[in-house]
């Protein structure tokens, strides 16, 4: 029996192995297996006790084998061999089921399941019109989730419909029937498969449909797909009639062995070429169009036909080899993915109008505005997640039917607690990152940032002091969820985590005495952040030459991008002092000279009026925190009187201000008819005599003049 079992699970080269090898070869290793000699009974040592029973087991083992590829190929010979009487076995069905009443009965079956389905139809088309009366239609503006709600919506009422069709269409049957069982099983038969065909076309149009998102497809890509499903359907939905009415018949077990073989073949190639035409149309259909990179997304995505491939004809070989040692567990291995898929689809339909009914979604945010990335929020979330559990119960289902334990055993016990910690680690740590990153954005921490709803929009970088602190809480908070969630699964694995937290604070005592200037930088950045001395996007200079505007802030060093566009890494513990140019308000002073003899009353008329003609311009205004003023004079030499004025803006908008300042006051000046002073300088050369100065000492004095200068 374990040879059986074992055989039965065979990958598909080892079953293909199996089938081409010969009688006679068979024969000879039962032979040797059956009269090879036996190990001596009593050993010296425990281990030659040991070697013996792991031989006298893999003998048996061997011979186990070998006895069920001779019965495996029998039973393909006996099934070849009846593929002549097939024809005949029905003949003989037909006529031996119509005698019992005398009348010919497959018409009336496939007139009573016509019937059944017409009827139940009506039904179900009158129920679904009705509904979905009732349901609003949205507008033509409306957003992409609205129209995949409403679309869901209506796809599950036609599911309900299509259920209706089998209720009722079930009851027809029922009132027609005369007593002939194998008609009854026929109508049956015809019902049953139409509707499900039904379905799985309603379900394929919902998935497939433009306005489903995320498809990145093009219009031809998708119609292509969209008919080779409908065609797999059809085709599906025949072959299971065939095999349901083969076993109506009453056929003998060869002729349904080999009926199941070549039907689940038909299948096979048809869906090897599905997989082969459309390998670029099914990534891009749901969102995942193929990239070039080396990454495990973009190779799943470029070659999961090969691996869907690879799995239909394994698991044919498999049926097949179920099927001839009449081994239980066969009937869904090739089609139970393409089931899984359409339940997993109406599963994540049905999780997902939840999701839209309960979960709000969030104040919308882009990043690089509206045409970039939106942010994601917590409805973001609760779709991933039903997605995922749809996933891991659709692999459990498919582990199910290839017979492996996942209740029942400790192995799958295991293997179930480990999914759930994953699972759940994983949306408790995707929950904190979107609150992370959703306050970081309305803390101005995220560039370029545009929110829908102008209450929402994000503060203006450097204005807020946990734009500086959110993305370090970010890495400690999502390093610890990652920690905690390993070291669970290692536990529930059976390894002693103790010895783990022990060792790393060992590592940890290590990393601190031998990294002593890590240390000090990882210290001087925490106080530095608690004294709050800088934020990201703030102007600051550290002296030496290192000043700009702080980019980034890591565990242990933050950058500085000078003006003229540099970027400096600076570790903390090389911090002396740091002036913040960007804190709370800046003053600035501008001087202006004139002339000896300047009327100062009137200049500081001049500059009270331009003052208060730029603290009324709608654009300016609002940038000054004190107004311009007048200091008067400041300064004089033996040329000029140097008058100030100041003015108190916030740092970011002094440059700005200062420009307007320097153009509205230099046009007052002028229109006042006040003059700037000039720089010159006076050279008196004492010359007693009568004689004009020679050129050379015309020369000699404007030299003079202008080292004076």
Known sequence: MVGRVLCARLSGLAVLACLLVGAAGLDSVSAETKHSPAAAASPAAPTEALDQRVEEEARVIEADIGQTLVELRQSLRAAVASASQVPGEIGAALAR??????????????????????????????????????????????????????????????IVGTAILIVVGFVVIELVDTGVDVRHRTALILLVVFACARGALLISRAALSPETPPGVATADETARLRSWVTTFLVVYAVIAALDWWCLALGLSDEARDLAAIALSLILVVLLSALCVVNRRSVPAAFGRPVHLDRSLGSLVGRYWWVIAITYFVVAWFARGVHVLLDLPGSDGLVTAPVVLLFVGLILYGVLSLLVERIVPRGPVMWIGGPGGVRLRDYRDLAHDSAALIVLLIGFGALAHVWGAALVGSSAG??????????????????????????????????????????????????????????????IFVLSAIVVIIVMMVLSELGVNVVPLFAGASIFGLAIGFGSQTLVRDVMSGAFFLVDDAFRVGEYVDLGGGSKGTVEK???????????????????????????????????????????????????RKVIKKAGEALAADPVLGPHFLQPLKSQGVVEMDSNAMTFAVKFMTPPADASLVKRAVYARLSQAFIDAGLTFASSSVTVRIANDSDTPLTDEQKRAAAAGAAQAL
Request: aromatic share 6%; with cysteine; proline share 6%.
């Open 97 to 158: 089921d119509s005698a019992e009443d005398g009348r010919g009965w497959l018409v009336e079956a496939v007139l009573s399941g016509l019937a059944a389905i017409v009827v139940g139809l009506v039904v179900a088309m009158a129920f679904e019109r009705l509904t979905m009366a009732r349901l609003p239609r949205p507008a033509p503006n409306a957003d992409g989730e609205v129209r995949v709600a409403d679309l869901l919506m209506r796809t599950l009422l036609r």
């Open 413 to 474: 016990a295991t293997l179930v607690k480990v999914a759930a910690i994953c699972v759940v680690g994983w949306i408790v740590y995707d929950m904190v990152r979107i609150a992370i990153d959703r306050k970081h954005a309305r803390e101005g921490g995220i560039p370029n940032i545009v929110a829908e709803d102008e209450e929402f929009a994000p503060l203006p970088l450097g204005k807020s002091r946990l734009a500086t602190l959110l993305p370090l809480a970010r």
């Open 553 to 603: 802030i890591s565990i242990r060093s933050f950058q500085l991008r000078h003006q003229n566009g540099p970027l400096h890494t600076i570790p903390f513990g090389d911090i002396k002092q740091i002036t913040n140019l960007s804190r709370d308000w800046a003053i600035t002073k501008l001087p202006f000279t004139f002339p000896h003899g300047t009327d100062v009353e009137k200049v």
